[in-house]
């Protein structure tokens, strides 16, 4: 049973507000208006100038204690990405990050074509390729965090504005903890395309989203063999705090059990707002030992899933 040895996220010191960004983004006031007051946005985190993508990994990686002496144990470095190019070619982040964390017995690739739903995804390859390998003690290391480099990495029409937050995740085949009990993904090739370009997709995809998000939400609770009450915790992705609320509404589950207080602080991290949730909840003791919770995502293309943990 695939399970979450240890999660840490890391946020740059610099923390830009929403409204720094209009004239670039080219938003109009009213538009920043909206995802202040209803979309719950607030500021979003950005490296400082000449800090690069590798930087922004190995910090998050950096903040696991449980990577400490054991870089002869990590067997897989994965990069869960939301955009399908990051750099230029030939550069490779994640063989560099590897490299920079002393992993070198490490195969190392990137996870994508899910979007924001990746590192859900990551997840579970790390864990069954560990199944797979046999033998006690392996580790595959999920990193999660992307620059924003362009307005299509740095705005979601009418939805969300992404930051630079990242999260770094040790998997093992099994623990004590942050067991996983089931994992539900559903892909939408028929959303696929350039919503800032499209209308009349981007209103079908905000019409049918909810919809969506809710069946792997409930497939996924079903599938691990409980009720959405046995849940005490939901962690969602930061894409805004209002979409988050309807959902609560829709399946019957209580908002506040619905992490959501990053959203104004670290905007969408692209795949990385698993892992700064599940930080989050950690450090504020939001975790019940024994008592499973939800880790919800979904991705523009469009790829919506859920995952249930018991902690």
Not at 44 to 72: F, Y
Not at 282 to 303: D, K, W
Request: proline share 5%; with cysteine.
């Amino acid at each position: 049973m695939t399970a979450l040895a240890e999660v840490a996220a890391h946020l740059p010191a610099r923390s830009v507000p929403i409204e720094d960004l209009a004239e670039r983004l080219e938003l109009a006031p009213r538009q920043v208006k909206v995802f202040r007051r209803f979309h719950g946005l607030g500021s979003v985190p950005r490296q400082e100038a000449g800090e690069s993508l590798v930087d922004l990994l190995v910090a998050a990686a950096g903040a696991l204690t449980g990577l400490a002496g054991r870089a002869d144990d990590v067997r897989y470095v994965l990069h869960a990405r939301g955009m399908p190019v990051a750099v230029p070619y030939p550069m490779n982040p994640v063989r560099e990050v590897a490299q920079r964390l002393g992993l070198r017995r490490a195969v190392s690739f990137t996870v994508t074509h899910q979007a924001c739903a990746t590192s859900l995804l990551a997840v579970d390859v790390a864990g069954r390729l560990l199944a797979a390998d046999g033998g006690p003690g392996g580790l595959a290391l999920v990193l999660a965090g992307e620059k924003t480099w362009t307005r299509d990495a740095e705005l979601v029409p009418e939805t969300s504005v992404f930051g630079e937050g990242a999260g770094a995740c040790l998997v093992a085949v099994d623990g004590p903890r942050d067991r996983v009990l089931s994992y539900v993904s559903r892909s939408r090739g028929d959303f696929d395309g350039r919503l800032a370009e499209d209308p009349v997709l981007l209103a079908r995809f905000q019409r049918e989203y909810p919809e969506s998000l809710a069946e792997v939400v409930l497939s996924a609770v079903a599938k691990a063999g409980l009720e959405l009450a046995d849940l005490s915790l939901l962690l969602p992705h930061n894409v805004n705090s209002v979409s988050w609320r309807q959902l609560a509404r829709r399946i019957g589950f209580p908002v506040e059990k619905v992490l959501l207080d990053n959203v104004a602080v670290t905007g969408h991290s692209f795949a990385a707002d698993a892992f700064l949730n599940h930080a989050t909840a950690r450090e504020r003791g939001l975790l019940v030992p024994g008592r499973p919770y939800l880790i919800a995502a979904a991705g523009l293309g469009a790829t919506f899933s859920a995952m249930v943990l018991e902690h």
